[in-house]
Each structure stands twice: as structure tokens, then as C-alpha cells.
């Protein structure tokens, strides 16, 4: 390195520890000199791994039913359950959930229909039907929570969208904390979709720095101590 840019990091180096030793540390060269831009070198590293750890991350989780067309006909005489194996890790926080529909309809020209679509604190892996045609929600009452009912749809595909409330986001964490959710869908007639698929964005804590790296820096900020004290 040139001598012009080691005295540029001898001024921010006295700019660090004391404006009063500028003149001194800027006619000050060789070896030990050399010592100082290591000793910030490596304070540098250390205090980069430190705002590195203290930085919130942010996770995208992604679902579709098993099997995938399992939910792509839904017929009166079943409910289906799509259950979802998935923790969620404790350092993370739910940020946002949407459960998307791509193409629902009904299947005919017209006709009185109901399908509900709620939330369950657990399910069985993957998407099961089973049979049963009661009038209403087979699953309400049971501990879910209703997120969707459609009444009287039409022939007309349409997209739907559902973004959990605040409320909802916090049953969804209470619920997937022992790894298990999953959603119900009660068709009263018939309908079908091109497709289901539920997100979660999560953000997660900035994590405490490490014992061993807090020790490293307090060694290095030592080891400037030392250098200064035994040029001064
Ligand atoms: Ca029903
Ligand atoms: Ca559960």
C-alpha cells in the first residue's frame, strides 16, 4: 500500500481514539505502523460480523396441497382437509399470511351453493377427503376459524386472495407451533380450482452477538490499546 494511503488510515484511525495525537500519528511510518492498519483490518472484520448478526432476516414459506390437483374438484358428497407439516422456527415471527385460490368456480349455470374454507390447528399431512354431505361447515365449532364463504358463486372463474388479519395471524402461530395446521374446504355443490397455495413471510430476531466474537473484539480493541500505549 502506497505511504498516501496509510497515512489516510492513520487520520481514521486518529479520528477513532483521540483528535488531540493527529500531528504525532500522521509523521508516524514503518513497521509498527504496519502493525495499526492489521489491528484495523481486523476491527474492521470483527465490527462487520457484528452488524451482520444484528440484522433482521426475512423468510418466505411456500405450500401446495399433496397431491397437488387434490383440491382441484370438490364435490358435495366429501369434505376435504389439507393438513401442513411445518414449524415454525421460534427466532421467527409471522409477518403475513395469504391463502390464494386461482379459478374458482361453480360448476353450473346456476344454483343455490355454499363452500366454506377455514383454518385448522391440525390436519393430517397432505390433502384427505372424506365422505360426508351435511348441510353447513362440517368443521365449525371444531376449533377452526372461518376464513372463506362463498355463496351462490358462478360459472365465472375468479382469483381469490385472502390475507390473514392480525387475529388470524395469531391463532396461525399458536396453531403451527407444534408443527401441524392445515385448512378445511366443506363444498355444499360442486366447484373447482386450478390451483390452492398458502404463504407465510416471517422476519426473525436480530440475533445476540456470539460469546467468542464479543471476546475477539475486546481483544482487538486490547491490542489497540497496547500498540498506543507503547508508542506513546
Ligand atoms: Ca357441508
Ligand atoms: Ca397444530
Not at 23 to 40: F, H, P, S
Not at 58 to 70: E, H, M, Q, V
Request: net charge negative; with cysteine; hydrophobic share 35%.
Amino acid at each position: 500500500m502506497s505511504s498516501e494511503s496509510e497515512t489516510t488510515i492513520a487520520k481514521i484511525w486518529i479520528r477513532i481514539n483521540n483528535g488531540k495525537d493527529i500531528e504525532r500519528d500522521e509523521e508516524y511510518v514503518g513497521g509498527r505502523y504496519l502493525k495499526m492498519k492489521k489491528l484495523l483490518l481486523f476491527l474492521c472484520s470483527v465490527m462487520l460480523v457484528l452488524s451482520t448478526a444484528g440484522m433482521a432476516g426475512a423468510t418466505t414459506y411456500n405450500f401446495i396441497p399433496n397431491p397437488i390437483d387434490g383440491l382441484s374438484w370438490l364435490d358435495h358428497s366429501y369434505w376435504y382437509t389439507w393438513g401442513i407439516d411445518q414449524a415454525i422456527p421460534e427466532d421467527e415471527t409471522i409477518q403475513s399470511a395469504t391463502l390464494s385460490i386461482d379459478n374458482l368456480k361453480y360448476w353450473a349455470d346456476s344454483g343455490y351453493n355454499d363452500l366454506w374454507v377455514d383454518l385448522l390447528h391440525s390436519a393430517h399431512e397432505g390433502v384427505i377427503r372424506e365422505t360426508g354431505s351435511d348441510s353447513g361447515d362440517h368443521f365449525a365449532g371444531l376449533g377452526s376459524i372461518e376464513l372463506l364463504h362463498f355463496v351462490n358463486l358462478t360459472t365465472a372463474p375468479q382469483d381469490v386472495s385472502r390475507e390473514f388479519t392480525d387475529l388470524e395471524i395469531a391463532s396461525l402461530t399458536g396453531y403451527a407451533s407444534d408443527g401441524n395446521f392445515g385448512f378445511s374446504f366443506d363444498p355444499d355443490c360442486h366447484f373447482d380450482t386450478t390451483g390452492v397455495s398458502f404463504t407465510v413471510n416471517t422476519s426473525s430476531c436480530p440475533p445476540v452477538p456470539e460469546p467468542a466474537t464479543m471476546l475477539l473484539l475486546g481483544c482487538g480493541l486490547a491490542g489497540l490499546g497496547f500498540v498506543r500505549k507503547k508508542r506513546s
